[in-house]
């Protein structure tokens, strides 16, 4: 696989996952098991992510770079939710957690293939 195939790959899984997260946690927070009935504040969790968005989708490594540590915030909500909560909650909390982990992981390789060659220095 070339390169550039890889690296649209990654871009793809990467913005895929970005966005199944952020529709997850709108539908989580305000219909499906909100914490409070008729919806919760924390929907406000994913504002954050959209103002990833855009960077994800045009391939912007300085935005790759910077969500890799912040996907980690879901990563830790999704973890603990998915242990300490119960029933369609728990479910939507494993659902969280696998897409932070493929969004955490196309990421860090989209950013590794996207570096600029470093010169070589002399032994």
Same mark, same amino acid.
């Given at each position: 696989?070339?390169? $550039?195939?890889?690296?649209?790959?990654?871009?793809?899984?990467?913005?895929?996952?970005?966005?199944?997260? =952020? /529709?997850?946690?709108?539908?989580? &927070?305000?219909?499906?098991?909100?914490?409070?009935?008729?919806?919760?504040? $924390?929907?406000?969790?994913?504002?954050?992510? /959209?103002?990833?968005? %855009?960077? =994800?989708?045009?391939?912007?490594?300085?935005?790759?770079?910077?969500?890799?540590? $912040?996907?980690? /915030?879901? %990563?830790?909500?999704?973890?603990?939710?998915?242990?300490?909560?119960?029933?369609?909650?728990?479910? /939507?909390? =494993?659902? &969280?957690?696998?897409?932070?982990?493929? %969004? %955490?992981?196309?990421? =860090?390789?989209?950013?590794?293939?996207?570096?600029?060659?470093?010169?070589?220095?002399?032994?």
């Amino acid at each position: 696989m070339s390169m $550039l195939n890889n690296t649209r790959l990654l871009n793809a899984v990467s913005s895929v996952s970005l966005v199944a997260l =952020i /529709l997850l946690c709108t539908v989580w &927070e305000l219909w499906l098991a909100p914490l409070r009935p008729g919806g919760s504040m $924390l929907v406000l969790k994913v504002v954050p992510l /959209l103002f990833a968005l %855009f960077g =994800i989708l045009r391939g912007k490594r300085y935005t790759y770079q910077w969500m890799s540590m $912040l996907i980690l /915030l879901y %990563f830790t909500e999704g973890t603990v939710r998915a242990t300490s909560d119960s029933g369609l909650s728990q479910q /939507l909390a =494993i659902a &969280e957690t696998f897409l932070t982990v493929t %969004f %955490f992981v196309s990421a =860090i390789y989209y950013a590794r293939a996207t570096r600029a060659a470093q010169p070589r220095r002399p032994a």
